[in-house]
């Protein structure tokens, strides 16, 4: 194997008696999309929280492109390379659509110490974030504010601004929660191209198209990775069968 | 033109007919009433940088307007006792010129910002508001233990500082200096809430989260606001010394801090005209009720209590309906 883009080495993670990751290393290869599956409840989101920085680990370490990020705050890990989408939106609500890419893309340009001219009409932000909303779908929202969107179309600008950031590596948090059907394919295709650009730890409850989509799928469950392998490898495996895909026989 | 600025022209119209007309039928004290005004509206603009953009509740502006109430005290009444403040080991003269008075209020109150904020911001909701609140205390009771400057006296500054070409001492030619500086000051505020700052600012306020992770640091940008916020309330003081010739520890006082607030609540949060009106109203409620009763606060509360209840974005809100989104 290639040297990873991102990488977590026995992470491990307690609320109380809780343990939320239990000894969780796994890693994201260049070019690819790694499904990370699990039950409800299974620390999936709190395991992502760790890599994003949201939350320190009781133990264990984060590597992002080489790099021990563990100490560093969720904004230092943005600025090197890691974009992540929440399952529950955090965005700016009163802004509008296009505000919130036009941040994205200023985050990424790393200087938001600029007091006169309007933001929007910074060409090169905003360009960034209107091809970045485009890619999403989303080009005809751009006035709307961010509130008054679906909570599909928000899950849409979340990955427009994890887009706009042009990172390294894509962490994301059910991304087709609450699309259509033909939202849901649109966001699988655009994944399916995605994966050049960055390669994405794809958190996801679709399992069509989990299994569209996943080079590799890790399956969690009571924070514990129970299996990691191809998309045959995990359908087959009786361990996962019994605890998480039995319930579809 | 959009409705809020249609109205907020016409407040700017307003701030220069009263006077205009107050000059013309030979009406100083409404003239000084305006001028005062424009400062607390002044005070409250640089408040809502933090409180309106930033969603930084202070209780501890008064610091700030009391910085530059007594960095021009103290300067004049150097300058007036011919009695140096330094002589070693350099020489500091006091001065009576506004422009080296406002430079140095402005400075003296960003550097306590940066320190007050450096540290404030480390919490967050009523934490904040605490804090900020024991600071601003702090430099309430350090005045008034302060003999140098007149302690709980207060300094008094005979004459009216100097402005090249201006005969201060006129009200109308101190007001159009105030007016003016008012004015630039809400054109600055109106930039910087539309400028890339001014969104991520914004959006930290929203979510602190979303911010982090497009990798900005809401403490830098909040820090930096609060600073600027500060300068700006910190210039109010000075001016607001330099109208009454007088200085006090009063300045300092959490009421001050509160009434600065009142402004932005009353007139609207975040709105650029918000503490204009605040202020221009409170002056007004305590012109006209002050006369009739003592106790015109009572009024106030309930105007401010019905506003808080029924119209969230204050009498601007009431005026212009919800903030429209610019494209
Ligand atoms: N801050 C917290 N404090 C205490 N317990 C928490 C906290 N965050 C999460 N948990 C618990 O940790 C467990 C894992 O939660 P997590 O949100 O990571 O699950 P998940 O796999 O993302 O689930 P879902 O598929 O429903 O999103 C749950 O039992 C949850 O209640
Ligand atoms: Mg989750």
Redesign the interface.
């Given at each position: 194997m290639t040297d990873p883009v991102l990488q977590t080495i026995g992470i491990s993670k307690a609320f109380g008696a809780l343990q939320a990751s239990k000894n969780v290393t796994l890693d994201l290869q260049p070019g690819e999309i790694h499904a990370l599956i699990g039950p409800n409840g299974a620390g999936k989101s709190t395991l992502i929280q760790q890599i994003?920085g949201?939350l320190r680990p009781d133990d264990g370490q984060v590597i992002l492109a080489g790099e021990n990020v563990t100490g560093l705050?969720?904004?230092?890990r943005?600025?090197r390379g890691l974009?992540?989408t929440?399952q529950i939106s955090?965005?700016?609500?009163?802004?509008?659509v296009?505000?919130?890419a036009?941040?994205?893309a200023?985050?990424?340009s790393?200087?938001?110490?600029?007091?006169?001219?309007?933001?929007?009409k910074?060409q090169d932000?905003r360009q960034a974030a209107e091809t970045a909303l485009a890619r999403v779908g989303l080009s005809d929202h751009v006035?709307t504010?961010t509130a008054e969107l679906s909570h599909g179309q928000r899950r849409q600008l979340e990955v427009a601004?994890a887009l706009?950031?042009k990172p390294k590596a894509f962490i994301m948090d059910e991304p087709m929660a609450g699309l259509g059907t033909e939202g849901s394919q649109q966001m699988t295709q655009l994944l399916h191209e995605l994966r050049q650009e960055a390669p994405i730890l794809l958190v996801e409850h679709d399992m069509d198209a989990v299994f569209a989509l996943a080079d590799r799928i890790s399956v969690l469950v009571y924070g514990e990775i129970i299996a990691t392998g191809s998309v045959d490898d995990i359908r087959r495996n009786p361990k996962v069968r019994e605890a998480y895909l039995g319930e579809e026989d | 033109m959009s409705r809020e600025t249609q109205i907020n022209s016409l407040i700017m119209v307003g701030f220069i007919l009263v006077p205009l007309w107050a000059w013309m039928t030979d009406e100083p004290f409404i003239i000084t009433l305006t001028t005062k005004a424009a400062i607390l509206a002044l005070a409250g603009i640089g408040l809502n940088i933090a409180l309106g953009l930033g969603g930084l509740v202070s209780l501890g502006h008064a610091a700030f307007f009391g910085i530059g109430g007594y960095a021009m005290g103290i300067l004049a009444s150097h300058a007036q006792s011919y009695d140096p403040i330094l002589e070693t080991p350099f020489l500091i003269e006091g001065t009576k010129s506004m422009i080296v008075i406002w430079l140095v209020a402005m400075i003296t109150s960003g550097l306590a910002a940066l320190a007050i904020g450096a540290l404030s911001l480390r919490t967050s909701g009523v934490y904040f508001i605490m804090i900020t609140l024991a600071f601003g205390q702090m430099f309430f009771f350090f005045s008034i233990s302060w003999p140098a400057y007149g302690g709980e006296d207060g300094l008094s500054i005979y004459v009216r500082n100097n402005f090249p070409g201006l005969n201060t001492l006129d009200p109308i030619q101190f007001y159009i200096i105030v007016f003016v500086i008012m004015a630039l000051a809400l054109f600055l505020t109106a930039?910087?809430a539309?400028?890339?700052?001014?969104?991520?600012l914004?959006?930290a306020r929203?979510?602190a989260?979303?911010?982090?992770?497009?990798?900005?640091?809401?403490y830098g940008?909040r820090l930096?606001a609060f600073t600027l916020s500060g300068m700006i309330t910190g210039l109010a003081g000075a001016l607001f010394a330099d109208l009454n010739r007088f200085v006090s520890p009063t300045m300092f006082s959490w009421q001050t801090s509160g009434e600065i607030i009142v402004f932005i609540i009353l007139g609207g949060t975040a709105r650029l005209f918000g503490p204009v009106v605040g202020a221009a109203l409170f002056i007004l409620l305590e012109h006209i009720l002050g006369g009739l009763s003592d106790f015109w606060h009572i009024y106030l509360g309930l105007l401010l209590l019905l506003i808080v209840l029924f119209a969230r974005g204050g009498i601007i809100g009431i005026l212009a309906g919800r903030e429209v989104?610019?494209?």
């Open positions: 994003a949201n705050t969720t904004a230092q943005a600025r974009a992540r929440f955090a965005l700016a609500m009163e802004d509008t296009l505000q919130n036009i941040l994205g200023l985050g990424a790393g200087k938001p110490w600029a007091f006169f001219g309007a933001a929007l910074r932000l006035a504010r601004v706009t950031l | 930039r910087l539309k400028s890339p700052f001014g969104l991520a914004n959006a929203q979510s989260t979303r911010v982090e992770t497009i990798g900005l640091s809401t940008l930096l989104a610019h494209d």
